[in-house]
């Protein structure tokens, strides 16, 4: 009966701890698609620079010799101007736009890649719908997608590493991305 009693009170004491513990509040979380909002606030906070001021420099000493007059020099023969050469502006490498659609549906929400070609080449990819509607969705999500877009860039393909713990976010991610380059392949 004792330990009966004993183990209650050891219980009832470690639920009562659980319960007055207080988790502190997360760090607010970078989106990876900016609102003006934000970056107002930013750039409002930001110390003012100080004004540049001008430095007097010091003026070489001035020597007492004596001075002479220089001579008229000859009038200098001036070869005569070429006319200008006429480079071609150069063309405007062209950029398209590819979105990966149907989103690619993951277990927490929907994501779709937007890539940008230019020159043949993907110059850029954007996720601008991914998962965040939870806070570790949030969390996940502000590390893995700008390193998937980064990586989509360098391999210049579909075939990109999964970041870890974000699993459901990267194959989203290759299947939305897949779809946007057969899109860009097929025109």
Do not use: F
Request: hydrophobic share 35%; charged share 15%.
């Amino acid at each position: 009966m004792k330990r009966v009693i004993a183990a209650l009170s050891l219980t009832v004491a470690g639920v009562v701890m659980l319960l007055q513990y207080h988790v502190p509040p997360l760090p607010p979380v970078r989106r990876a698609i900016a609102s003006p909002v934000p970056t107002a606030r930013v750039l409002a906070a930001a110390p003012p620079r100080p004004p540049r001021v001008a430095t007097p420099r010091p003026t070489p000493a001035r020597t007492s010799a004596p001075v002479r007059e220089a001579a008229t020099p000859a009038p200098a023969r001036t070869p005569a101007p070429h006319p200008p050469r006429r480079t071609p502006a150069p063309t405007p490498v062209a950029s398209r736009t590819y979105t990966g659609v149907p989103a690619a549906a993951c277990n927490y929400g929907d994501v779709v890649i937007r890539i940008t070609v230019r020159g043949g080449r993907i110059s850029d990819a954007q996720a601008p719908t991914y998962p965040q509607d939870r806070r570790q969705s949030q969390q996940i999500n502000q590390d893995a997608i700008p390193q998937l877009d980064q990586e989509t860039v360098q391999a210049q393909s579909a075939d990109i590493d999964t970041v870890s713990g974000a699993t459901c976010t990267s194959d989203g991610y290759r299947q939305s991305l897949q779809a946007a380059i057969d899109q860009w392949k097929a025109t």
